[in-house]
């Protein structure tokens, strides 16, 4: 969404969301393109943004045939206990969005 500026509800209803059987949860990088715009890179070394948090409830509300959410973090970026406890911390805000 924020690489091709195009709202999140709006992203949401261009895929076949009824397909979905896996949901994938992660954070990520800025980076710079070849074209010198700054892009989002699903780099899984970073904690999941705000607004992937925001809208999760909604994606799964379209995901009928759902059957896995999983929260991604490299076990590298977990390294003091401040980060481990963060990456806690959003695993227990994925399982309340997930139980509803």
């Not at 393109?33 to 925001?54: C, L």
């Not at 809208?55 to 059957?67: R, S, V």
Request: hydrophobic content about 40%.
């Amino acid at each position: 969404a924020k690489n091709f500026t195009i709202e999140l509800p709006a992203l949401l209803k261009m895929y076949p969301l009824e397909c979905v059987e896996e949901i994938h949860i992660s954070g990520g990088s800025w980076s710079r393109d070849r074209n010198k715009r700054n892009i989002r890179r699903d780099t899984h070394d970073h904690a999941v943004p705000d607004e992937v948090w925001g809208i999760l409830p909604t994606a799964l509300k379209f995901c009928p045939n759902l059957k896995y959410v999983f929260l991604e973090q490299f076990p590298h970026t977990l390294g003091n206990k401040e980060a481990a406890d963060a990456y806690f911390a959003d695993y227990k805000k994925l399982v309340k969005i997930v139980k509803g």
